[in-house]
T-cell receptor, first 115, second 112 residues
């Protein structure tokens, strides 16, 4: 079945450092790819998405490019802030029946940014 | 304006009890979901409903029974709770395929 593999955490960085969180996927079809972020004690929020090969999703300084040839969707940010501390989830959509689909998540990567 | 709201936020109960978690969305979405997040933060789909019809049912014990009285609500009832049911349960909704899913804040279920 479809699966998502993302780098194990935790990741600890200093403020203004460069961030990369690797994500690769396996899928039988052509999934959409997502990054979700979970701040402590909260639900998941969509950070960015890409729906087809070579699409770049971006939001709040974060970027990720859908690379079909390497089946990857790595998350990057040029200069992290303390407020970026959270758990980041890479996910793909697995189309189901009746207009619905499920998200298949990676295991999450906890990011801590120190001042 | 809460888009996807779940109640209760915390649920502490004893093994063997029956409990329900409620979820409501005011986004006008047709599709709703339940996910389970375990203690290691791993998220897995449990159920999906589209317009009140069950679409996805992932190998979940039949002690878990979702109910969708209308397309804005998807409740989760759990019978005979077990220790392994302790987790955070998230409700989500979306407009459909390839559309982002919007999540509630989660219900932390603790079984004593």
């Amino acid at each position: 079945g479809d699966s998502v593999t993302q780098m194990e955490g935790p990741v600890t960085l200093s403020e203004e450092a460069f961030l990369t969180i690797n994500c690769t996927y396996t899928a039988t079809g052509y999934p959409s790819l997502f990054w979700y972020v979970q701040y402590p004690g909260e639900g998941l929020q969509l950070l960015l998405k890409a729906t087809k090969a070579d699409d770049k999703g971006s939001n709040k300084g974060f970027e990720a490019t859908y690379r079909k040839e390497t089946t990857s969707f790595h998350l990057e940010k040029g200069s992290v802030q303390v407020s970026d501390s959270a758990v980041y989830f890479c996910a793909l959509s697995d189309p189901g029946q009746g207009g619905s689909e499920k998200l298949v998540f990676g295991k999450g990567t906890k990011l801590t940014v120190n001042p | 304006d809460t888009a996807v709201s779940q109640t209760p936020k915390y649920l502490v109960t004893q093994m063997g009890n029956d409990k329900s978690i409620k979820c409501e969305q005011n986004l006008g979405h047709d599709t709703m979901y339940w996910y389970k997040q375990d203690s290691k933060k791993f998220l897995k789909i449990m159920f999906s409903y589209n317009n009140k019809e069950l679409i996805i049912n992932e190998t979940v014990p039949n002690r878990f029974s979702p109910k969708s009285p209308d397309k804005a609500h998807l409740n989760l009832h759990i019978n005979s709770l077990e220790l392994g049911d302790s987790a955070v349960y998230f409700c989500a909704s979306s407009r459909g395929r390839n559309q982002p899913q919007h999540f509630g804040d989660g219900t932390r279920l603790s079984i004593l």
